[in-house]
C-alpha cells in the first residue's frame, strides 16, 4: 500500500512544490514509511509542470521506490494490490509488473483492457508522456482513497492525492469517483485554457440503450459535484472497462419468502445452534455453503500470505512458537463476520506465526454499564456518571475475576467469547487477543490531531463513530491477558482484514429487515444492489485512510471479486431468510459456513454494528442522528492545518 500524490499546474507563476503541503506530506508519509521520493516533470514548451509525490509501503517483492519512470518517460504511481488478473511472481513487486505492462499499451483499449483484467484493490496516477496524458482512477469497488481538488481558477492547478484535509484556500477536496477511470489530455487544457476530464466507466455486459441509461445518470452525478470550469466528458468511442463482478441475480422463485430448511416447524424461528444444523441438514444446502466457503477461504489466502514474511514462515510446520511476530491482523468483535474470517485465516497464516485480534473499546459511563442489568458487585461501588479512569479500571481487571470493567463494552464480550471458540478450533495458534481501550480524553485529542483530516471530505455522525472506532482498533495499540494480567502490546502487523461487504450483501443490516417488512424480496434486491454501488463512497475510501494512517493495509475478503461474483450469482433466497429472527435470517449463508467450520455460539450472534458494539455512539452526545454533520470533525480552525 502506498500514499500517491499528484499536483498539475498551468503557466503558474508559482513552483509546483508549493502547492503540496507540509501537512498532506506527513499523512502520505505515514501511509508508506518505507520509502519517500518526489519526481517533478516540466514541459515548458506547453507551459505544464507536474509533481509526482510516492511514498511506499513494502509489502510484496523487492522494495520499490515511487514514483517509477521507465525509459520512455512515462511516470507511475500505485496504490493497491494485485491477487489475480495479471501475473505478479513470488519475487516481483507489483507496481514495476504494472509500469511493465502499461508500457506495452498502444492504445486507450489497451489500458481499458489491463485495469479491466485486475482482480484486488487499486488507485492509480499514470502519465503517459507521448500524449501529455494523465490517466488516474480507483477499483471498481473503491477500496483505496484517490481524492481530488480543482483550484478555483480556470486552468491553474489539479491535486489528486491519497489523503488531504480541509483547505485554507477554500478550494474542497472531494473523492475521485469509483465509476471508471479518467484521463487529462494536458496538451488540450494548455490549448483550450479550460479543463476537461476524459471519462472511461466501468459497466456490465448489457444492452446498448441499458448501457446508455446507465452512463448517462452517473455522469450527470459525477458532473453536478465538479467545479463550474471543469468538464465531464465521456470519451468519443464510448470505450468501458468491463466490469469485475457479474450483475446481481434478483431471481425470486414462487416458494421465496418460505423458510427453506428441512423438517420446517416454529422451531425453526427459535434462536440457536441447532437451528443452523437442520437447514445443513438439506444436502443441497450444505453443497452451496461449502462452496461458499470454498471461494471465500480462497480470497482470505490471497490475502493473508502475499506479503513478505521471513524465511522459513511459508509453511504449516511449526518448529518453534517463540519470538514470531504477527503479520495479519483481524478487527475483531466476536461477530460472524469477524469470526469466519479469523477461523479461515487460520487455515491459510503459518502455524507458528500469531494471528492478532484487534478489538476496540470506549470507556463506559459507570450508569449506562449498569443500564438494564442487575449489579453483581456491590463491594466494587463506583458513583454513577463519572467516567473511571483508564488506570483504575485496569488495576480492577487485573485484581478480580469479575472483570468489573469501564471497558466491557458489547463487542468486549462477544470477542472474549469468540476468542474461546477460535482457541478451540485451533488450540496451536497463538491468539493475541488485543484489548484496546480507549478514554473520551484520547479520543477527543486524536480525533484533533489526526482522525478529523482523515474522515475528511466525509463529516457525519457515522462516518465520525466508525471512523474514529477504526482508527484506534487498526493502530492496535492495547493490551494482552496472560494468567489474569494485562500487558502492553502493539500490534507489528502489516495487514488488517475487515469484513466490511458482509452486511451489503448477505442483508447484514436492521434497514434490510424494513425494507423487506415494506417492499418484500423484489425491494430487498433493489436495497442490497445500491448498497455496492455506493460502498466507495460511503466507506471504502474512508476506512483505506483511516487504517492507513498506522502504515497498515486494510483487505477485504468479502469483496473480493470472486466472492462477490459467488454470492451476486445466488437468488436472495439462499442469502438471508429475513422471515426468521435476528440472530438467524441476516447473513444466514455466513452463519451457515461458519457452523460447517467448527464455530458455535458466535454463529447465531445478532449483527450489532461497531459504533454500538464499542460504545462510542452517543459517548458525547445523546441527541444526534447518524446522518446529522458532526460538529466535531469540523471543530478546528483551518489555521492548523
Known amino acids: 500500500m502506498c500514499g500517491i500524490c499528484c499536483v498539475v499546474t498551468f503557466g503558474s507563476q508559482c513552483a509546483v512544490h508549493d502547492f503540496l ?22 514541459v515548458s514548451d506547453l507551459s505544464y509542470e507536474c509533481l509526482f509525490s510516492g511514498h511506499v509501503l513494502h509489502m510484496r517483492g523487492p522494495v520499490t521506490p515511487q514514483p517509477l519512470e521507465d525509459a520512455n518517460n512515462n511516470i507511475f504511481l500505485w496504490n493497491g494490490e494485485i491477487f489475480n488478473g495479471v501475473h505478479v511472481g513470488e519475487l516481483e513487486n507489483d507496481t514495476q509488473v504494472m509500469l511493465q505492462h502499461l508500457a506495452l499499451c498502444s492504445s486507450e483499449v489497451d489500458i481499458l483492457s489491463l485495469f479491466s ?70 496538451k488540450a487544457c494548455v490549448t483550450a485554457k479550460s479543463l476537461s476530464l476524459t471519462w472511461f466507466p466501468w459497466k456490465y455486459s448489457c444492452t446498448k440503450q441499458e448501457v446508455d441509461e446507465i452512463l448517462t445518470d452517473v455522469c450527470d452525478q459525477v458532473s453536478k459535484d465538479l467545479a463550474k470550469h471543469v468538464r465531464l466528458v465521456m470519451n468519443e468511442s464510448k470505450l468501458c472497462l468491463r466490469a469485475p463482478v457479474i450483475p446481481l441475480n434478483k431471481t425470486i422463485s414462487e416458494a421465496s419468502g418460505e423458510c427453506q430448511g428441512t423438517n420446517i416447524s416454529n422451531n425453526m424461528h427459535v434462536v440457536s445452534v441447532e437451528t443452523l444444523q437442520r437447514f445443513l441438514a438439506e444436502e443441497q444446502k450444505k453443497k452451496l455453503v461449502h462452496q461458499f466457503i470454498d471461494v471465500l477461504s480462497e480470497a482470505v489466502k490471497r490475502r493473508v500470505l502475499s506479503l513478505i514474511r521471513a524465511q522459513g514462515q511459508k509453511t504449516r510446520e511449526a518448529p518453534s512458537m517463540s519470538n514470531k511476530k504477527a503479520h495479519v491482523a483481524v478487527l475483531f468483535s466476536g461477530g460472524i463476520d469477524s469470526m469466519v474470517i479469523a477461523a479461515l485465516a487460520d487455515k491459510h497464516v503459518p502455524l507458528e506465526e ?48 469479575a472483570h468489573l470493567s469501564c471497558f466491557d463494552v458489547p463487542d468486549r464480550i462477544t470477542g472474549r467469547a469468540g476468542l474461546k471458540e477460535l482457541e478451540a478450533i485451533s488450540p496451536s495458534r497463538i491468539w493475541n487477543f ?43 495499540a492495547g493490551f494482552l491477558s496472560n494468567q489474569g494480567e494485562l500487558k502492553p502490546y502493539k500490534s507489528p502487523a502489516k495487514v488488517v482484514l475487515t469484513g466490511i461487504g458482509a452486511d451489503e450483501q448477505l442483508a447484514g443490516y436492521s434497514r434490510h429487515r424494513v425494507c423487506f417488512k415494506r417492499y418484500g424480496l423484489e425491494g ?48 436472495i433466497s439462499d442469502k438471508a431468510e429475513l422471515t426468521l429472527p435476528r440472530g438467524i435470517g441476516e447473513k444466514l449463508i455466513l452463519r451457515l459456513a461458519a457452523k460447517e467450520l467448527g464455530l458455535a455460539a458466535s454463529t447465531i450472534v445478532p449483527k450489532r454494528a461497531m459504533q454500538f458494539g464499542s460504545r462510542i455512539a452517543k459517548l458525547e452526545s445523546n441527541s444526534e442522528k447518524a446522518s446529522d454533520t458532526c460538529i466535531r470533525l469540523k471543530s478546528f480552525s483551518v489555521d492548523e492545518l
Open 434 to 476: 488485543v484489548e484496546i481501550n480507549v478514554t473520551l480524553e484520547e479520543l477527543k485529542n486524536m480525533r484533533h490531531q489526526r482522525i478529523n483530516h482523515l474522515i475528511y471530505p466525509l463529516d457525519t455522525v457515522l462516518d465520525d463513530s466508525i471512523g474514529c472506532a477504526i482508527w484506534f482498533a487498526s493502530r492496535g
Open 117 to 186: 483484467s485486475l482482480q484486488g484493490p487499486w488507485a492509480f496516477i499514470y502519465y503517459q508522456a507521448s500524449k501529455h496524458s494523465l490517466w488516474f482512477g480507483r477499483d471498481y469497488f473503491g477500496r483505496r482513497s484517490l481524492l481530488w481538488q480543482f483550484s478555483n481558477e480556470v486552468n491553474s492547478t489539479f491535486c489528486l492525492t491519497s489523503v488531504a484535509g480541509y483547505s485554507a484556500s477554500g478550494n474542497q477536496w472531494q473523492e475521485v469517483p469509483a465509476s471508471g477511470i479518467f484521463k487529462i489530455d494536458l
Open 354 to 401: 500469531p494471528i492478532d485480534l484487534l478489538n476496540v473499546a470506549f470507556m463506559m459511563k459507570e450508569q449506562a454499564k449498569q443500564k438494564g442489568t442487575t449489579r453483581r458487585h456491590t463491594s466494587h461501588e463506583v458513583q454513577p456518571d463519572l467516567l473511571c479512569p483508564q488506570e483504575s479500571c485496569q488495576d480492577l481487571d487485573a485484581k478480580t475475576s
Open 21 to 42: 503541503s507540509q501537512d498532506i506530506l506527513c499523512c502520505l508519509k505515514r501511509r508508506g514509511p518505507d520509502s519517500s521520493q518526489q519526481l517533478i516533470k516540466s
Open 524 to 571: 430487498l434486491n433493489k436495497e442490497l444492489e445500491m448498497e455496492l454501488d455506493r460502498i466507495s463512497s460511503r466507506n471504502l475510501g474512508r476506512d483505506d485512510r483511516i487504517i492507513g494512517d498506522h502504515g497498515k493495509e486494510a483487505r477485504f475478503p468479502f469483496l473480493d471479486e470472486d466472492v462477490v461474483s459467488f454470492l451476486s450469482s445466488l437468488p
